[in-house]
């Protein structure tokens, strides 16, 4: 999985174009994944859905600002082509890790931004989030290219080493190899020679 990061003026245009892109290919959008339970959301393309996403986004008496300051962030993730499509979940996995990673919506934040992940061909997702935060301040995104790189090719290593990931999803197994430190020191530990 490799991951494009882009940036928009608008969440609405965006994702208007991801459906219009849609239609002209004959391929549906799917919602895969999003900030609040999937069911709960209106469906992917009508005007509630865009309007809900970008409900919180700041609204700043300088209109030309906002503009420039391009706060819709795309996170678009490709997968190789001569291999089979990634299953709906391991995109989702992958998304949710980036968003935690660069900070735009970490676990737990009652302020992380919002954000969707839409399934756009077999190979590819798209990953949306106004960085405008419910706190109404800008998720800090300096580092985000290389820890998105950095997620996805985690992510790569885990596909291709099935027993890497057994081993992240048993840690109390792992625990358990440990040995307790003994609670005598070995004769042959103790110094050789004696404090005066």
């Not at 959008?29 to 865009?50: C, H, I, M, N």
């Not at 700041?58 to 420039?68: E, G, K, Y």
């Not at 795309?74 to 949710?96: G, K």
């Not at 934040?109 to 756009?120: E, F, K």
Request: glycine residues 2%; charged residues 20%; aromatic residues 6%.
């Amino acid at each position: 999985m490799y991951p494009v990061i882009s940036r928009y003026f608008s969440a609405q245009d965006l994702i208007a174009s991801l459906v219009t892109a849609a239609a002209n290919r004959g391929q549906p959008l799917r919602l895969l994944d999003a900030w609040r339970p999937v069911p709960e959301l209106s469906v992917l393309g009508q005007q509630a859905f865009v309007a809900e996403l970008t409900a919180h986004l700041s609204r700043t008496a300088n209109p030309a600002q906002a503009m420039r300051s391009r706060v819709v962030w795309q996170c678009t993730l490709r997968t190789d082509p001569d291999r089979a499509p990634a299953p709906d979940y391991r995109f989702a996995e992958v998304a949710r890790r980036i968003l935690a990673a660069t900070g735009i919506a970490a676990p737990g934040d009652p302020a992380a931004c919002r954000w969707v992940l839409i399934r756009t061909d077999p190979h590819e997702a798209r990953l949306l989030a106004p960085l405008v935060r419910a706190d109404q301040t800008l998720a800090a995104t300096s580092r985000d290219r290389s820890l998105a790189l950095a997620v996805c090719q985690l992510a790569e290593h885990e596909d291709r080493n099935p027993r890497f990931t057994a081993a992240r999803s048993a840690p109390a197994q792992r625990a358990t190899v440990v040995a307790a430190p003994p609670a005598v020191v070995p004769q042959a530990a103790r110094p050789l020679h004696r404090s005066p």
